[in-house]
């Protein structure tokens, strides 16, 4: 099972690098990039299994601090809103909108990384 963990966190861990990497190139055109929805929806999806997976307490591991997961899960709730709605009305987008994305997704690294 904790390979089918990292396997998870690996998969996580991309999905938030092709937004974060996406965003970051298309900071300056009011554009999202083609893969940003599908990177949020894997590190959604990812992330909401492995912490079924701790709180459900296989193999090796602690269960999850709920208050960290609930931040991270509404940060991840809202970027992925905002890429959804990015890439349905293409035409709404501003650079605005993309550099809120870029900068909730690096709160949401952070969150993983610093809160202990």
Not at 56 to 77: M, R, S, T, Y
Request: proline share 4%; net charge positive.
């Amino acid at each position: 099972m904790d390979t089918v963990y990292g396997l998870l966190v690996v998969l996580h861990l991309v999905g938030w690098a092709i937004v974060l990497g996406g965003c970051l190139v298309t900071l300056r055109q009011p554009a999202f990039p083609k893969g940003a929805l599908h990177g949020a929806l894997t590190a959604l999806v990812t992330g909401i299994v492995m912490t079924g997976l701790r709180a459900a307490e296989v193999g090796d591991l602690e269960p999850p601090d709920n208050a960290k997961i609930a931040v991270k899960l509404v940060v991840a709730l809202v970027v992925t809103g905002l890429v959804w709605f990015g890439t349905r009305r293409p035409d709404r987008v501003s650079r605005g909108l993309v550099g809120a994305t870029l900068g909730l997704t690096l709160l949401n690294v952070l969150v993983a990384v610093l809160w202990r």
